[in-house]
């Protein structure tokens, strides 16, 4: 499915919020809005929408840290990834996960209340799989974060 300005436009759109009515969003893009909602319905079948979600302020819910964990493992096997994976998806804390190239096996993005909160998630987390080395780094300031995903590369 090849995508035209209309599509990227309602994508652009939805990135900043997913919770517009389509009457509004069909005027700001210039389509009808029985044909904006067809596109919509497209876009989500095609998979390019996975999903609208409402994104929640860590810090009015007391998640005040967020701790970037690298995990190093000398076991690199399907059965040992299988149950860190399964481990740590179970962690609510755990908002990100990611398999990595380089010195880092695996990434972590955590959020926690404060320190005595992260050393709790820290003990289940080393209790999911053996682990050669874990790493914390925890962030003093957040310079940049955002879910939308640039489109500018996208074919006119």
Request: hydrophobic share 40%; glycine share 2%.
């Amino acid at each position: 499915m090849s995508l035209d300005r209309f599509d990227r436009r309602i994508l652009q759109q939805l990135q900043d919020d997913a919770d517009i009515a389509v009457a509004p969003l069909a005027e700001q893009i210039g389509l009808s809005t029985n044909a904006c909602w067809r596109r919509i319905k497209r876009l989500e079948e095609a998979g390019y929408i996975r999903r609208r979600v409402a994104l929640l302020n860590e810090r009015s819910l007391d998640l005040n840290l967020t701790v970037f964990v690298s995990v190093k493992t000398n076991e690199h096997n399907d059965r040992w990834l299988k149950q860190f994976a399964e481990g740590v998806k179970a962690l609510p804390e755990v908002v990100e996960f990611y398999r990595m190239s380089g010195d880092t096996d695996y990434l972590l993005k955590i959020v926690a209340r404060d320190i005595d909160d992260y050393d709790r998630v820290y003990k289940k987390l080393i209790a999911v799989a053996p682990m050669h080395d874990v790493s914390s780094s925890f962030a003093m300031e957040r310079i940049k974060s955002s879910t939308a995903l640039p489109l500018d590369h996208l074919p006119s």
